[in-house]
């Protein structure tokens, strides 16, 4: 078989791994849960298993391991994470072979693949941001991601976009991630639906289109840019909200960092042009004596992670051009299940 690294996207939910050749073949992809709630040894032991069964898979020793993992990160260690709850991880723990290893943080891992593989293949700097469960941002400069002086770099889902606004879990007043995350949008939905329902002291009734009761569907990301689509009310305002305060935090991005586009990823970019036309007009309107950079969706799905964990483990390697050969038509298949 082709010489291959082990390549792995660990999550607060799930891992991504998968065997990816120096020419950028995917031999083998996997997925496993990440059993956070056992505790960081258990995610540990879990990786480790996890890195040995793929390396057995592909029937020989790896060239290099790459991991991606969330946090305080560097090529060396996993220095904190509150989601898995380490503290100073060699990188070396989290790889039972023998074998060069780098670790990489897990949202600048997914830009640095959208970078050589992806939607920014051609572009020198953007802003690469995938909005999920959270909001934060990788920052690509001149091709490689930019984690700041101390690798709290692009967390821009904690620039504070309405001062006087809801409380965010990280202690702060108004941040972005408050009110444009994807898990923020289904909050602040079904909150606001609750209050509005029939029996709520001085509510008026649910609009129309979400039903009988707001627990009766599970309220989600997904579901209130479907129920923007049709034009419902409440679903419109809090969409809105979402849009108005990620052109906020773009528009502050932009002036300071001049970036050659902006390239949205994660769930609520989904919703496509529902999402991106009024963001991308709104945008424009807060930079008045400048053109906005243009949005693009993200090219690599929730693949973005394992492939730059597998450019990491090439690096690692000594092999610093990997992915610059890579076909796009090898990468798309197949995809992490």
Not at 126 to 153: C, D, V
Not at 285 to 311: D, E, K, N, T
Request: net charge negative; hydrophobic share 45%.
């Amino acid at each position: 078989m082709s010489s291959f690294v082990v390549a792995l996207d660990v999550g607060g939910t799930s891992m991504k791994g998968g065997l990816v050749t120096r020419s950028g073949e995917i031999l083998r992809t996997d997925r496993r849960a990440t059993p956070r709630d056992r505790g960081p040894a258990a995610v540990i032991a879990t990786i480790r298993s996890f890195i040995d069964d793929l390396a057995a898979a592909g029937g020989g020793t790896p060239e290099g391991v790459g991991l991606a993992v969330p946090g305080l990160v560097t090529a060396e260690a996993a220095l904190y994470s509150a989601n898995i709850g380490w503290r100073d991880i060699p990188a070396t723990d989290l790889v039972p072979l023998d074998v060069p290893v780098m670790l990489g943080h897990d949202v600048r891992t997914g830009g640095l693949a959208e970078s050589v593989l992806g939607a920014g293949r051609e572009l020198s700097d953007f802003l690469f941001l995938p909005i999920g469960t959270g909001i934060a941002g990788a920052t690509i400069l001149h091709g490689e991601p930019y984690g700041g002086s101390e690798g709290w770099g692009g967390e821009i889902g904690h620039i504070p976009v309405f001062p006087e606004g809801e409380p965010c879990a990280c202690g702060q007043i108004g941040c972005l991630e408050t009110y444009a995350s994807a898990s923020a949008v289904a909050r602040r939905y079904s909150t606001r639906a609750a209050a509005s329902s029939p029996g709520a002291p001085g509510s008026p009734a649910l609009p129309p289109s979400t039903g009988t009761s707001p627990a009766a569907v599970p309220v989600t990301a997904e579901r209130v840019a479907a129920l923007t689509a049709s034009g419902d009310p409440l679903a419109t305002e809090i969409w809105g909200d979402a849009v108005e305060a990620l052109s906020l935090a773009l528009a502050t991005y932009t002036l300071l960092l001049d970036p050659s586009a902006i390239v949205l990823g994660g769930g609520l970019a989904e919703a496509g042009t529902l999402l991106s036309a009024p963001l991308a007009e709104r945008l424009q309107q807060r930079l008045a004596f400048r053109q906005a950079p243009p949005l693009r969706h993200a090219a690599l799905g929730v693949s973005a992670g394992m492939l730059g964990a597998a450019l990491l483990g090439w690096r690692a390697a000594g092999f610093t051009d990997a992915g610059t050969t890579w076909s796009l038509d090898v990468l798309k298949s197949p995809r992490v299940a």
